[in-house]
């Protein structure tokens, strides 16, 4: 029973037949062959943004990093979530690719920070005083650390505090399709179209082997990007491997599909630990992610049985058997109903 995360299970198989597909041959390297050409083309189509850049690299952190990195200079403040990844998650990556830009917490809740908390943050730096960072980019983690979605209302809302600050905003998308399938939206309704810059299109989360595609609807810094990319040594020269994955990714709407089907795992899920006397869920649960509170006693019985997840909150070793621990359970796209099915039953038993 795993729900430790979405990046722990299998890759999708037309994924794998993808990927065997495209190791015939001989092509040109470093995104100059057709399978990259091609990739690049589909995921514009699926934003319907022809003119946007398309790039490819292997983890969420480069991506991220990257594309602030091509927006901040060193002595910008890069505004973001309290427990966003880009602060928590991903070793100071985006400080060390941008060279010293500050990461600077914005809002007072765990998982959303509203336009009102940014003003007030990005207003408190004077760009003109040499003592203090100046105001950089925003980032916004869509699906949040703790599993809530921004609406389009709230991310226009953000777009315009930030373009207001004469910034640009990125949206941190490695869960981008359980948030798209949750609000019943396009991906260039809840990217460009809401005042997003840049995106970080997920896809290890959602079944692929190893790709997150940056993608620039203002194509202004793209040439940076790469620039940084290369010296961060993250230009693959075989991204052909890259490409195959995400082209069948967006084939079919295949990750919307796997999207759905984690997302519908984790809402079955998040119904029967609801109805578990002993537990109380934390956040909403909007998308493929649970959190809730549950006595130490009910976490050791859990993890005996053989469930794994994560405490966010605690340490399952102590005296106390009722003191209360806060789990995160993730539902991925190979999470079946079976699954969480036994997870229930040793939960109730």
Same mark, same amino acid.
């Given at each position: /029973?795993?729900? !430790?995360?979405?990046?722990?299970?299998?890759?999708?198989?037309? *994924?794998?037949?993808?990927?065997?597909?495209?190791?015939?041959?001989?092509?040109?390297?470093?995104?100059?062959?057709?399978?990259?050409?091609? !990739? &690049?083309?589909?995921?514009?189509?699926?934003?319907?943004?022809?003119?946007?850049?398309?790039?490819?690299?292997?983890?969420?952190?480069?991506? #991220?990093?990257?594309? $602030?990195?091509?927006?901040?200079?060193? +002595?910008?403040?890069?505004?973001?979530?309290?427990?966003?990844?880009?602060?928590?998650?991903? @070793? #100071?990556?985006?400080?060390?690719?941008?060279?010293?830009?500050?990461?600077?917490?914005?809002?007072?809740?765990?998982?959303?920070?509203?336009?009102?908390?940014?003003?007030?943050? /990005?207003?408190?730096?004077?760009?003109?005083?040499?003592?203090?960072?100046?105001?950089?980019?925003?980032?916004?983690?869509? *699906?949040?650390? +703790? @599993?809530?979605?921004?609406?389009? %209302?709230?991310? &226009?809302?953000?777009? %315009?505090?930030?373009?207001?600050?004469?910034?640009?905003?990125?949206?941190?998308?490695?869960?981008?399709? #359980?948030? *798209?399938?949750?609000?019943?939206?396009?991906?260039?309704?809840?990217?460009? &179209?809401?005042?997003?810059?840049?995106?970080?299109?997920?896809?290890?989360?959602?079944?692929?082997?190893? *790709?997150?595609?940056?993608?620039?609807?203002?194509?202004?810094?793209? +040439?940076?990007?790469?620039?940084?990319?290369?010296?961060?040594?993250?230009? $693959?020269?075989?991204?052909?491997?890259?490409?195959?994955?995400?082209?069948?990714?967006?084939?079919?709407?295949?990750? $919307?599909?796997?999207?759905?089907?984690?997302?519908?795992?984790? !809402?079955?899920?998040?119904?029967?630990?609801?109805?578990?006397? %002993?537990?109380?869920?934390?956040?909403?649960?909007?998308?493929?992610?649970?959190?809730? +509170? /549950?006595?130490? &006693?009910?976490?050791?019985?859990?993890?005996?049985?053989?469930?794994?997840?994560?405490?966010?909150? @605690?340490?399952?070793?102590?005296?106390?058997?009722?003191?209360?621990?806060?789990?995160?359970?993730?539902? @991925?796209?190979?999470?079946?109903?079976?699954?969480?099915?036994?997870?229930?039953?040793?939960?109730?038993?």
């Amino acid at each position: /029973m795993f729900f !430790a995360s979405d990046n722990t299970g299998p890759v999708h198989p037309k *994924v794998l037949e993808a990927i065997a597909a495209a190791n015939k041959g001989y092509t040109l390297p470093y995104g100059n062959d057709p399978i990259t050409q091609t !990739a &690049r083309d589909n995921v514009r189509e699926v934003f319907d943004a022809p003119e946007a850049e398309v790039f490819f690299v292997t983890t969420g952190a480069a991506a #991220n990093s990257l594309i $602030l990195a091509s927006w901040a200079n060193p +002595w910008s403040a890069i505004f973001c979530g309290r427990y966003a990844h880009i602060h928590d998650g991903e @070793g #100071n990556s985006p400080e060390a690719f941008s060279d010293g830009a500050k990461l600077t917490l914005v809002g007072a809740a765990e998982d959303k920070f509203t336009a009102a908390e940014l003003d007030t943050s /990005m207003s408190a730096w004077d760009p003109g005083h040499l003592n203090n960072a100046e105001p950089g980019p925003v980032s916004i983690t869509q *699906v949040a650390e +703790w @599993g809530t979605i921004y609406t389009l %209302d709230e991310i &226009r809302a953000i777009a %315009d505090v930030t373009h207001g600050h004469g910034q640009k905003l990125h949206m941190d998308g490695a869960r981008f399709a #359980n948030a *798209v399938v949750a609000l019943g939206v396009s991906a260039a309704e809840m990217s460009w &179209r809401a005042g997003v810059d840049a995106v970080t299109f997920g896809g290890t989360k959602n079944g692929l082997m190893g *790709v997150e595609t940056a993608v620039f609807f203002d194509p202004e810094k793209s +040439w940076e990007f790469q620039r940084r990319r290369k010296r961060a040594a993250h230009l $693959l020269s075989k991204s052909r491997y890259l490409a195959a994955q995400v082209s069948t990714y967006l084939e079919n709407d295949l990750w $919307l599909e796997l999207a759905t089907k984690a997302n519908s795992s984790a !809402a079955r899920l998040c119904q029967g630990i609801a109805a578990f006397s %002993d537990a109380t869920i934390a956040f909403p649960c909007q998308a493929n992610l649970v959190f809730a +509170w /549950m006595p130490r &006693r009910v976490h050791r019985g859990m993890i005996d049985a053989g469930v794994q997840y994560y405490i966010e909150r @605690g340490q399952l070793q102590g005296e106390d058997p009722e003191e209360l621990l806060l789990a995160r359970f993730v539902c @991925g796209c190979t999470t079946s109903i079976e699954d969480v099915d036994q997870f229930l039953d040793v939960l109730n038993n």
